[in-house]
């Protein structure tokens, strides 16, 4: 099944354009915002600048915080060489190096899955012995 593009509203410029999923803004925006990483990219590149947080990189570069964080989440800037960037947990807040949630909200899902899969698992093993017939005299 192909995945077929759909037309959007850009969200920086609000002009539409076909959506393939490839990227998220229309080819102008995408073009700006290369440019713009290009920008952050060599401010990075600098030794004196390798341990910048991300409101010095806001403040020095005059890129929006929204966008560095983007940048976080697609890994096209790596918190393994820039130490001091990283994004917003989707769920708590917390700086987070690793995608969109931070290891203690992971933790947390993790283990709420784990006693959910576990009540699942009780659940249908309790359904299964309810189904069973039991017969008290045998002819």
């Given at each position: 099944?192909?995945?077929?593009?759909?037309?959007?509203?850009?969200?920086?410029?609000?002009?539409?354009?076909?959506a393939?999923?490839?990227?998220?803004?229309?080819?102008?925006?995408?073009?700006?915002?290369?440019?713009?990483?290009?920008?952050?990219?060599?401010?990075?590149?600098?030794?004196?600048n390798?341990?910048?947080?991300?409101?010095?990189?806001?403040?020095?570069?005059g890129v929006?915080?929204?966008?560095?964080?983007?940048?976080?989440?697609?890994?096209?800037?790596?918190?393994?060489l820039?130490?001091?960037?990283?994004?917003?947990?989707?769920?708590?807040?917390?700086?987070?190096?690793?995608?969109?949630l931070?290891?203690?909200?992971?933790?947390?899902?993790?283990?709420?899955?784990?006693?959910?899969?576990?009540a699942e698992?009780f659940?249908?093993?309790?359904?299964r012995?309810?189904?069973?017939t039991?017969?008290?005299?045998?002819?």
């Amino acid at each position: 099944m192909r995945n077929e593009p759909e037309i959007k509203n850009c969200p920086s410029c609000r002009n539409f354009f076909n959506a393939t999923g490839v990227n998220d803004v229309c080819y102008q925006c995408s073009q700006k915002e290369e440019k713009r990483f290009e920008e952050v990219s060599r401010y990075l590149r600098r030794r004196e600048n390798r341990a910048a947080t991300v409101e010095k990189i806001v403040k020095d570069t005059g890129v929006e915080q929204d966008l560095l964080y983007k940048w976080v989440r697609k890994g096209r800037l790596q918190p393994t060489l820039f130490p001091n960037i990283g994004a917003p947990c989707e769920r708590c807040g917390e700086l987070t190096t690793n995608g969109q949630l931070c290891k203690s909200c992971m933790k947390d899902i993790r283990s709420d899955l784990t006693k959910f899969e576990a009540a699942e698992e009780f659940k249908d093993a309790l359904d299964r012995s309810e189904q069973r017939t039991y017969f008290s005299k045998r002819k």
